[in-house]
């Protein structure tokens, strides 16, 4: 099979799985928390705990609700961790116009 991304790509893909990896414990705890809290508790006190567990070069931009995750940016491109009922996963968000 042959590889799609260039070498810096694969790289921040490495780290961006080894952070996702590391913080899926705290995630799992927060999404639970939400779960149970969202009519009581601000989403952005959520963001404050994660944005304490990343790692250096990770930079925190925002905490959503819906689906419960936040964005990030790491070398100038921004992602987004989120967490379903279902699903733990992370994505690369395309820049507005």
């Excluded at 260039?6 to 928390?33: C, H, K, V, W």
């Amino acid at each position: 099979m042959q590889n799609i991304l260039s070498g810096n790509q694969f790289i921040e893909a490495e780290r961006i799985g080894l952070m996702a990896r590391n913080l899926q414990d705290t995630m799992e705890y927060l999404y639970a928390r939400w779960q149970d809290e969202k009519h009581y508790e601000d989403i952005r006190e959520y963001g404050k705990v994660i944005e304490q567990e990343l790692p250096a070069g990770f930079i925190f931009k925002k905490m959503s609700a819906r689906p419960f995750g936040f964005t990030f940016e790491i070398c100038y491109a921004t992602y987004r961790l989120y967490m379903t009922s279902k699903k733990y996963t992370w994505n690369w968000v395309r820049p507005k116009d």
